[in-house]
């Protein structure tokens, strides 16, 4: 027996779920298919959203021949297989329509073999991809190809799928009654994290589960809990969606909102990622925090070492300290800002040469060469401060620190006023 998510995929996009933003009343997709002109795509987003389903309906649409292929165990002979049969085609069919399952793992030779058929219109392709396609697909692939984003379904959406599945599980097992209360078909639906093929493959888990020779099926929540447990949750740690927790954990610490961030988290920790937390808890330390408070970076590393030290699941105590610490705590970006400044300087040439009091004058010759002369030592003038030249001369007036408003820089800039007035 196929599984239950093959026997419901949809025929249409009216039994589509989800993907509002593209599909349905003028919106985009809806348009591009409705036109039976279909361009070259790339459809990029998580598993189980509906890409595929989506590319057999644009191809049941059109009068070209379907191909599919997946780019993970397909070659350039295959390729050069589907590029020949177009020679082959008869009746109605003008060209083929190319899916292309996973196409981040065709190198660059492979997908450049697909742009001379691309460009002259005998191959139109849909190529799916669950990874960002502009850090992985070629661009001369991006330039021809519109790119359309699919999102995770949401739970709500996810449950009226849940429905037909049922009902045609009543008719997979004749004689028999399958429920689930509109509660449960909800937690299955929040258990599969926006998959919607993921959801269906909970539910038949769990009439299977169920299933006894001589009675009914009803799906309690306890089932779903023991069926789906910790590995329903969707991490990928070399993954898109793992970049962009990491990214939303840092800005929501950046934006003083420890209960975001506590969630942020909590999905990192989910994940098991604990060195990435780690690192990431030490940059937000310095570059967010920075020198509003300085002492920021050496409790982030007491937390960040007991965690270390103690691993999973105890390291979530410690790591969870720190984040409400840090993003507790007035923020500064300056430090950042003055090394990027700096940088941006050297390396586009503009540094000079170093004035000759503040070189190196401890070796034999250096006088000689008026190194270390007339360098005045601070330490020998009062407040440990005398004015003199450190910069280079093209760059003398060049300001690369200014300091943040908080309670810690507020001092600092005091102090050099005071010493420099």
Do not use: W
Not at 92 to 119: A, C, H, M, P
Not at 127 to 135: D, K, Q
Not at 291 to 309: E, G, R, W
């Amino acid at each position: 027996m196929k599984p239950l998510a093959d026997y419901i995929r949809p025929q249409s996009l009216d039994d589509v779920v989800g993907q509002k933003h593209i599909i349905g009343d003028n919106k985009p997709l809806s348009n591009i298919i409705s036109s039976g002109e279909v361009p070259n795509m790339i459809f990029y987003g998580p598993s189980g959203t509906g890409k595929t389903t989506i590319a057999n309906i644009c191809a049941s649409l059109t009068s070209k021949k379907l191909f599919k292929l997946n780019a993970t165990t397909a070659s350039l002979k295959d390729i050069r297989e589907v590029a020949a049969s177009i020679d082959d085609i008869e009746g109605r069919t003008t060209g083929v329509l190319l899916y292309l399952d996973e196409i981040q793992n065709f190198n660059k030779k492979q997908q450049q073999s697909l742009l001379e058929y691309i460009e002259n219109g005998s191959i139109t392709l849909i190529a799916s991809t669950t990874e960002n396609p502009y850090f992985y697909i070629y661009n001369a692939i991006l330039s021809r190809c519109t790119v359309v984003e699919f999102k995770p379904v949401e739970a709500d959406d996810i449950v009226p799928a849940l429905k037909r599945a049922l009902k045609i599980a009543h008719e997979l097992y004749p004689g028999r009654k399958i429920f689930a209360d509109d509660n449960v078909l909800l937690q299955i639906a929040n258990s599969a994290y926006g998959d919607v093929r993921k959801a269906i493959t909970i539910l038949e888990m769990c009439i299977k589960s169920s299933m006894s020779l001589d009675s009914d099926v009803t799906i309690y929540a306890d089932t779903v809990i023991a069926i789906t447990q910790k590995s329903s949750f969707a991490f990928d740690k070399d993954g898109d969606n793992h970049y962009d927790v990491l990214s939303a954990f840092q800005k929501s610490i950046r934006g003083s909102d420890p209960d975001a961030a506590i969630h942020y988290l909590a999905r990192l920790v989910e994940g098991g990622d604990l060195i990435s937390i780690c690192r990431r808890l030490l940059v937000i330390s310095a570059e967010d925090i920075g020198l509003a408070y300085p002492n920021a970076i050496a409790v982030t590393k007491a937390c960040v070492d007991s965690a270390m030290q103690l691993g999973f699941p105890e390291a979530r105590i410690p790591l969870a300290e720190a984040v409400i610490f840090l993003a507790g705590l007035p923020k500064s970006n300056s430090a950042i800002c003055a090394i990027d400044e700096a940088l941006a300087d050297v390396r586009s040439g503009n540094a000079g040469e170093i004035p000759p009091h503040i070189r190196d004058g401890h070796y034999s010759g250096a006088e000689k060469l008026g190194r270390a002369q007339g360098y005045k030592y601070p330490h020998s003038y009062p407040n440990s401060y005398v004015k003199q030249q450190y910069l280079p001369d093209n760059l003398i007036d060049r300001k690369y620190y200014n300091p943040g408003i908080n309670k810690m820089e507020d001092s600092i800039r005091a102090y050099l006023d005071k010493i420099k007035s």
